[in-house]
């Protein structure tokens, strides 16, 4: 089970540190997409890297006190770092790239079955999996089948989603799953009225996606 000792012990000191230490890697996260991506190095003034570093300092100071000094905290600080750069390069090009999507499955994975293995909570990982597996084929469905303008990108964003909700339990994973599409719907209804009941071709879901598991991950215990 998840060590609420653990986090019960996280100090201020430690909170800031940690956070610190995210908005330093968003940064370095920063530089790292506008070389794996080069299509996209243009568009992250100073003024948007701050804002993704500050952004990224919030959210990892959160986590902190959320899992204090637990053995998962390296892999949901990963899913924050990558999250938020996920989530500006959806809003800005309704794009959610493999590059960054592929390896934050593939480091929520080992992260999580290093924490499992010395934990001896091997349960954790399987439901974690389990996860992954139910909302990448839920959302696969739900592409090919609502026509709301979930694209490939967001199913395959769904897969790391799954496997760090469904890591930390089962209600986790449906309250994250769910209100991660009801937010994309609900900022849908926002872009129609905006653009006066003409539906936007694209939607990104991506950033309601991310905010709707990293709030879950949050908040429920």
């Known amino acids: ?4 000792a653990a986090a019960d012990s996280a100090t201020p000191l430690f909170i800031a540190g940690i956070g610190l230490a995210g908005a330093g890697l968003g940064l370095l996260a920063g530089l790292f997409t506008g070389r794996a991506l080069p ?3 243009g568009d992250a003034s100073s003024r948007a890297r701050i804002t993704t570093a500050a952004v990224t300092f919030v959210l990892s100071a959160l986590l902190a006190w959320r899992f204090g000094a637990a053995a998962e905290l390296p892999a949901y600080l990963v899913l924050a770092v990558v999250g938020v750069q996920l ?3 959806d809003l800005l090009h309704h794009l959610l790239p493999n590059r960054l999507v592929f390896p934050l499955l ?5 992260l999580l079955s290093i924490s499992a293995v010395g934990a001896g909570e091997g349960g954790n990982l399987l439901r974690g ?3 992954a597996v139910t909302m990448f084929v839920l959302y696969l469905i739900l592409a090919l089948t609502s026509g709301n303008g979930l694209g490939m990108g967001d199913v395959k964003l769904a897969a790391p989603l799954g496997l760090y909700l469904g890591y930390l339990g089962w209600p986790q994973l449906f309250y994250g799953g769910a209100l991660g599409f009801v937010a994309g719907g609900l900022a849908s ?3 129609i009225a905006k653009n006066r009941g003409n539906k936007p071709r694209e939607v990104p879901y991506g950033p309601s996606m991310l905010a709707a598991g990293l709030g879950v991950i949050l908040l429920l215990r």
Do not use: E, H, K, S
């Open 106 to 110: 593939g480091a929520g994975l080992l």
């Open 39 to 41: 299509q996209l190095a």
């Open 129 to 131: 999996a389990t996860g």
């Open 87 to 89: 989530a500006r390069i």
């Open 189 to 191: 209804v926002i872009l």
């Open 1 to 4: 089970m998840f060590d609420t």
